[in-house]
């Protein structure tokens, strides 16, 4: 645990994955996310201000249906990203970057690291549906990535 985060939060970290940290994880991320200059814009023309409340309860039953088998989430992302504008496979790992700091801040580091390991899989799965064309160069495995440092 960072200085920083014991300072602001005096909370401990969540040391069990169940709905609540899930959502307080889902919120922390997105909060991050909206204030990114590289992802926010992307984020805001892709989503209306009075849409956030759905995103939000979507990606609630996703990392639901993740993290907990609940089978939550009914949802396509490659469909729904496929008409995402300004995204860019190089944002990926970004993203990941944002999402694993707030699993850290938040979790202690065994969940944020199974946190981590889901999401790199996932962001690759969905870069590889969105941006592979089989006669282009593939690099940057987001499955590569170093384990988290707490």
């Known amino acids: 645990m960072t200085a920083a985060h014991h300072i602001h ?3 401990p970290l969540f040391a069990v994955v169940d709905e609540s940290t ?14 990114d200059e590289r992802l926010g ?19 609630y039953a996703f990392w639901s249906s993740v993290m907990l088998s609940t089978g939550r ?11 995402v504008d300004g995204l860019a496979p190089e944002l990926f790992g970004h993203w990941l970057e ?19 390991v889901r999401a790199r899989r996932i962001a690759e799965s969905l870069k ?3 941006f592979f064309r089989p006669n282009q160069p593939w690099t940057d495995d987001l499955r590569d990535r170093p384990p ?3």
């Open 9 to 11: 939060s005096m909370q």
């Open 22 to 35: 899930i959502a307080a994880l889902v919120d922390r991320f997105y909060a991050a996310v909206r204030q």
């Open 41 to 59: 814009p992307v984020f805001d023309a892709a989503i209306a201000p009075d849409a956030w409340p759905i995103h939000l309860t979507k990606m």
């Open 73 to 83: 989430y009914k949802g396509n992302p490659v469909v729904v990203h496929q008409g």
């Open 98 to 116: 944002l999402f694993e700091a707030a699993a850290l801040e938040l979790f202690v580091p065994s969940i944020a690291q199974e946190f981590a």
């Open 128 to 130: 590889l549906a969105l």
């Open 148 to 150: 988290l440092d707490a």
